[in-house]
């Protein structure tokens, strides 16, 4: 690529084709696509990008690339729907199942530097995510959700604005759709959330769904904040256990981690958190259980405590230490 005669746009990125999965490229092996250099700000380090706008299909609405080429090689992204393109999945659930840790800086100041050092770095290398060292549990939890096949109803034109208003008067001449939108959780979207992989509705849906599936349904006691882990490697101490599962949950802080109880005789070990959230971030990521020195460990909710005098009941006590596994 030539040298940029302005000085202020050799930070600013130009391309000749967009970096897209196969649901937002369309099945129309003909799709004409427009081209406009520094059509707008890319949504995540604000820099300006070429746009590219196309339509997948007949009856589908128009989409457009909404981040540069730049941030969607950092994360392997779609420009368009910013899913992973290897799994089709979001950020969040994949560096969830792989461990991996958020580099990219959120403050106004530092993205654009950041961006502009990553384009520098990535240069011949493709800038894909370095997975080597991700555990084959996690692997295994992506090849399970993957998303091999395209989904085209997700190109569908959005909803009709005025229908919704009791106003359209097109009938069945207007290119959007008439019908009511659903308020649930995933009516919340935006860009950011998803490409950094935090706080995205769809990734919290599909780990949770994920971990029912797999036996690790929240129990509905609230006090119970602790997970119980079997099938642990004989060699297994509690400062390793504590270690392997540090490095295996980037998304918690280390502070999270209230105390590890390791058994050694039973190879077993009670990982208790200071709050429910953190442990029902650990029930969801290592749903597909836990790699340590070669051994995948199980993992379990606990059980309360009972109450003295319950005789044997069951009562969920206010602790929140664990007395057997579910």
Request: charged share 25%; net charge positive.
């Amino acid at each position: 690529m030539p040298p940029k005669a302005d000085i202020n746009k050799a930070g600013w990125e130009q391309g000749d084709f967009p970096i897209l999965c196969e649901t937002c490229l369309g099945d129309n092996a003909f799709v004409r696509m427009s081209k406009q250099e520094y059509g707008r700000e890319c949504g995540t380090c604000t820099r300006p990008f070429t746009v590219f706008r196309w339509n997948p299909g007949q009856g589908m609405r128009f989409k457009t690339t909404v981040i540069c080429q730049t941030c969607a090689k950092v994360k392997n992204v779609c420009q368009t729907c910013l899913l992973d393109l290897e799994y089709g999945l979001p950020v969040q659930v994949r560096d969830t199942a792989l461990a991996l840790k958020n580099q990219a800086p959120t403050s106004d100041i530092n993205r654009e530097y950041y961006a502009q050092n990553m384009e520098r770095d990535m240069e011949g290398s493709g800038g894909l995510p370095d997975t080597r060292r991700a555990n084959s549990a996690g692997k295994e939890m992506l090849k399970s959700l993957a998303r091999t096949d395209p989904y085209y109803k997700r190109n569908r034109p959005h909803i009709c604005s005025f229908f919704v208003k009791g106003e359209c008067k097109r009938g069945t001449e207007c290119p959007y759709r008439h019908e009511l939108p659903e308020k649930n959780e995933l009516s919340n979207q935006n860009i950011k959330d998803r490409y950094y992989g935090r706080n995205d509705p769809v990734a919290k849906k599909i780990l949770r769904q994920n971990a029912a599936t797999l036996g690790l349904q929240p129990p509905e006691d609230q006090s119970i904040t602790s997970l119980f882990l079997t099938s642990l490697p004989e060699a297994a101490t509690e400062q390793s256990i504590r270690a392997a599962l540090v490095s295996s949950l980037p998304s918690v802080p280390p502070t999270a981690f209230k105390s590890v109880v390791h058994v050694a005789k039973n190879r077993c070990a009670f990982v208790n958190f200071i709050d429910r959230a953190s442990a029902e971030k650990a029930a969801e990521a290592w749903a597909s259980g836990v790699d340590m020195d070669d051994t995948r460990a199980s993992v379990k909710w606990g059980r309360s405590r009972p109450k003295p005098g319950a005789g044997g009941g069951g009562g969920a006590g206010p602790s929140t230490s664990v007395a057997a596994a579910s």
